[in-house]
C-alpha cells in the first residue's frame, strides 16, 4: 500500500513556527479523507487536522486559527503549517491516509479513530520549548 514520509518537525521556541510534510512514496492514494495525529506520552492519539476530497477541512479545537492543512493531489503531499507553537503542541506527529470508511467525509475530530485510517508515516517530532 506504499508508505508515506514525514518530515519538517524539530525544536522551536513558543510562538515559533514549523511546516510538516507528508509525501506519499510508491502508490497513490484516493481515499476521501486524509490528516495529521499527534501522540503524546499517557495519551491516545489524537487527531490535530483532517482534509478531505472536496477540500473542507477539520481541526482540534487547540488547532484552530494557529494551523492549517493543505494537499498537493497532484503531488500526493499533505502540509501542516504550525503558526504561534506552544508547549502542549510538542508530540510526534504522523501523517494518515487511505481512510476507509470510504466515501465517507472526514469525521468529526473529536470522534476521530486512528484505525480508520490504513496507511501512517513512522512520526515526525514537534518539541516545543517555553
Known amino acids: 500500500q506504499g508508505q508515506l514520509v514525514e518530515s519538517g518537525g524539530g525544536s522551536v521556541q513558543a510562538e515559533g513556527s514549523l511546516r510538516l510534510s507528508c509525501v506519499v512514496s510508491?502508490?497513490?492514494?484516493?481515499?476521501?479523507?486524509v490528516g495529521w495525529f499527534r501522540q503524546v506520552p499517557g495519551r491516545e492519539r489524537e487527531g490535530v487536522a483532517f482534509?478531505?476530497?472536496?477540500?473542507?477541512?477539520r481541526y482540534s479545537d487547540s488547532a484552530k486559527g494557529r494551523f492549517t492543512i493543505s494537499k498537493d493531489s497532484a503531488k500526493n503531499s499533505l502540509s501542516l503549517q504550525m503558526n504561534s507553537l506552544k508547549p502542549e503542541d510538542t508530540g510526534l506527529y504522523y501523517c494518515?491516509?487511505?481512510?476507509?470508511?470510504?466515501?465517507?467525509?472526514?469525521?468529526?475530530?473529536?470522534?476521530?479513530?486512528?484505525?480508520?485510517?490504513?496507511?501512517w508515516g513512522q512520526g515526525t517530532q514537534v518539541t516545543v520549548s517555553s
Open positions: 494518515a491516509a487511505n481512510f476507509f470508511p470510504w466515501p465517507a467525509s472526514c469525521p468529526v475530530i473529536a470522534n476521530a479513530a486512528p484505525g480508520d485510517f490504513r496507511t
Open positions: 482534509i478531505g476530497d472536496d477540500g473542507f477541512t
Open positions: 510508491g502508490y497513490t492514494y484516493g481515499g476521501s479523507c
